[in-house]
């Protein structure tokens, strides 16, 4: 079965002011939810929230993948559609492949849109 590293922000991490009427709590929930519906449908994921620091996040993100091997990274929107986050998307891609050779990378546009994106990418799961 093939085996996914779902990577994105803590909800911590996210700069809510462009977000109005969202707040933390209610992010991480979103992001909870997203990561048990992969899990609900049968893929084998694992949740690897990062921070905002491109070096934090480069560190968590080889420790998990220690835990591979995973065939499929799912990086999340808020690591990927935020200008300030361009050098940590940077950071998290280069180590993916330089550490994984072969592995895939889907891209949600949001929680609610995660498992389509996994859906894409891991088709011999269910």
């Known amino acids: 079965m093939t085996k ?5 922000l803590h909800a ?5 002011s ?3 009427g969202l707040d933390e709590a209610t992010l991480a929930a979103r992001i909870e939810q997203s990561f048990a519906a992969v899990r609900a449908a049968g893929f084998d994921a694992e949740s690897c929230l990062v921070d ?4 934090a996040a ?3 993100v080889r420790d998990r993948l220690s835990e591979g091997p995973f065939s499929v990274a799912m990086i999340g929107g808020g690591v990927r559609m935020a200008p300030e986050h361009t050098l ?7 180590v993916l492949v330089s550490t994984t050779p072969g592995i895939r990378c889907c891209f949600n ?4 849109t995660t498992i389509d994106a996994v859906r894409r990418w891991a088709p011999q799961s269910p």
């Open 4 to 8: 996914i590293l779902m990577i994105g």
């Open 12 to 16: 911590s991490a996210v700069d809510l």
């Open 18 to 20: 462009n977000h109005p």
């Open 52 to 55: 905002a620091d491109p070096d």
């Open 58 to 60: 480069e560190k968590t």
């Open 88 to 94: 940590l998307f940077e950071r998290l891609i280069n």
């Open 109 to 112: 546009t949001s929680p609610e």
